[in-house]
């Protein structure tokens, strides 16, 4: 099937409107919102992308294809700059809105971190897709360096999924994983097998099954814009519409093992059950950034606020 004709970036889109100085920009997986963008911030963006200032990661435009060795696959997480009051809002209580936002980095550490151990595996290259324009620095010390960064565009939470999967294929990309940032506990084997599906032959769509009903990666070897049509998003219905979407274009999907998303109270307790409890091994691995931030908490001032026996 075929995609849309290419639509500039929104930071593209914002620098010919200058006369006005302020700019707005416009859940799976889930990142967005609107936030003010400065236009000194635009045009820091405006000159990573010519190359004219050193950014710690190089942030992609996507009508400019970039040389990416072999049948690359982008292993993308869609995040939201962690910034107090703005992310994991959900969790406060039991968290404050900075340690929400603290927590919100250890995250996005852990599963960069996972991703990064299948792309040295695998001919993949982690990527952060990303949101509000303007907070790039928030991801030096984040990210591994040799992540990519691109702007997420699009309103709706189905178009900014749709947009990143084209965006990631016109830069180059033979193919696509969509993950989210609110599952630290995915192992690195979990994105390595994704890759690994789709290298094989013949088209199909990989999806990383939540337990909440969503899913926490789907893969993709062309641009299917039906798979994230008339999707209740942030329901229970979203892995079985996405089934059903699949169904209906006839693709092929391919399950991962299932993992889970940390949003509210009852999740939160079920992370610390995973990463502290007596039976878990402390050089696991899994999730360090975030193991080693709850455990900070817990130290401080007992398990009683953010994991009660």
Same mark, same amino acid.
């Given at each position: 099937?075929?995609?849309?004709?290419?639509?500039?970036?929104?930071?593209?889109?914002?620098?010919?409107? +200058?006369?006005?100085?302020?700019?707005?920009?416009?859940? =799976?997986? &889930?990142?967005?919102?609107?936030?003010? *963008? #400065?236009?000194? !911030?635009?045009?820091?963006?405006?000159?990573?992308?010519?190359?004219?200032?050193?950014?710690?990661?190089?942030?992609?435009?996507?009508?400019?294809?970039?040389?990416?060795?072999?049948?690359?696959?982008?292993?993308?997480?869609?995040?939201?700059?962690?910034?107090?009051?703005?992310?994991?809002?959900?969790?406060?209580?039991?968290?404050?809105?900075?340690?929400?936002?603290?927590?919100?980095?250890?995250?996005?550490?852990?599963?960069?971190?996972?991703?990064?151990?299948?792309?040295?595996?695998?001919?993949?290259?982690?990527?952060?897709?990303?949101?509000?324009?303007?907070?790039?620095?928030?991801?030096?010390?984040?990210?591994?360096?040799?992540?990519?960064?691109?702007?997420?565009?699009?309103?709706?939470?189905?178009? +900014?999924?749709?947009?990143?999967?084209?965006?990631?294929? =016109?830069? &180059?990309?033979?193919?696509?994983?969509? *993950? #989210?940032?609110? !599952?630290?506990?995915?192992?690195?084997?979990?994105?390595?097998?994704?890759?690994?599906?789709?290298?094989?032959?013949?088209?199909?769509?990989?999806?990383?099954?939540?337990?909440?009903?969503?899913?926490?990666?789907?893969g993709l070897k062309k641009l299917h814009r039906e798979i994230f049509e008339r999707i209740d998003w942030s329901t229970e219905r979203v892995l079985n519409q996405t089934l059903q979407r699949a169904t209906e274009i006839g693709v092929e999907v391919?399950?991962?093992?299932?993992?889970?998303?940390?949003?509210?109270?009852?999740?939160?307790?079920?992370?610390?059950?995973?990463?502290?409890?007596?039976?878990?091994?402390?050089?696991?691995?899994?999730?360090?950034?975030?193991?080693?931030?709850?455990?900070?908490?817990?130290?401080?001032?007992?398990?009683?606020?953010?994991?009660?026996?």
């Open positions: 099937m075929g995609t849309a004709s290419p639509i500039k970036p929104e930071y593209f889109q914002l620098t010919r409107s +200058r006369v006005s100085s302020r700019h707005s920009h416009g859940k =799976m997986l &889930g990142s967005g919102g609107k936030g003010a *963008i #400065n236009t000194r !911030s635009v045009k820091k963006v405006e000159l990573q992308l010519a190359g004219w200032m050193k950014a710690v990661h190089r942030v992609l435009d996507p009508n400019r294809p970039v040389d990416i060795d072999g049948d690359a696959c982008a292993l993308a997480v869609m995040t939201k700059a962690p910034r107090a009051g703005e992310v994991k809002t959900r969790l406060v209580p039991p968290l404050t809105h900075d340690e929400a936002a603290q927590l919100n980095s250890s995250f996005l550490s852990d599963v960069a971190a996972a991703i990064s151990a299948a792309a040295t595996e695998r001919i993949a290259r982690g990527v952060a897709v990303y949101t509000p324009l303007g907070t790039e620095a928030a991801y030096e010390n984040i990210l591994p360096e040799e992540f990519f960064l691109i702007a997420q565009r699009g309103h709706n939470f189905g178009d +900014r999924l749709i947009f990143a999967a084209e965006d990631l294929f =016109m830069v &180059g990309f033979t193919s696509v994983c969509l *993950i #989210n940032s609110d !599952s630290p506990t995915v192992p690195a084997e979990n994105f390595s097998q994704a890759v690994e599906l789709l290298h094989l032959p013949g088209d199909c769509i990989v999806l990383g099954p939540s337990d909440d009903g969503g899913y926490y990666l789907i391919k399950l991962l093992p299932a993992g889970y998303d940390v949003d509210d109270r009852a999740t939160l307790e079920r992370l610390c059950s995973e990463l502290l409890g007596e039976h878990t091994s402390r050089d696991c691995g899994i999730a360090a950034n975030t193991r080693k931030f709850l455990a900070e908490i817990i130290m401080r001032e007992g398990r009683g606020r953010i994991w009660p026996a």
